[in-house]
């Protein structure tokens, strides 16, 4: 994998407690942002007219993408 230039990122089970420290700060926080944006995506395919995009309009199409966050927001509170 190095040879491709890809680098694993992942989280240590929560059982190990390593000798010293294996992972990067820099690098975590950037699996915890992709996390927040993947799972954002995810919530999104729940609502099919904004994955299909039906919408001709990009006025229409934000309208229901507000429409959904909001939903999503009220949903999760």
């Known amino acids: 994998m190095e040879a491709g230039g890809i680098e694993l990122i992942a ?3 929560r059982n190990r407690r390593p000798e010293r420290k294996t992972q990067d700060d820099a690098r ?3 699996y915890v ?3 927040k944006i993947e799972r ?3 919530w999104f395919h729940n609502f099919r007219r904004l994955v299909v ?3 001709y309009h990009a006025e229409n199409y934000l ?3 507000h429409l959904a966050c909001a939903v999503i ?3 999760y509170l």
């Open 11 to 13: 989280p240590h089970r």
């Open 28 to 30: 975590w926080r950037r």
């Open 33 to 35: 942002r992709r996390w």
């Open 40 to 42: 954002m995506f995810a």
């Open 53 to 55: 995009r039906w919408e």
């Open 63 to 65: 309208g229901l993408l």
């Open 73 to 75: 927001l009220l949903r």
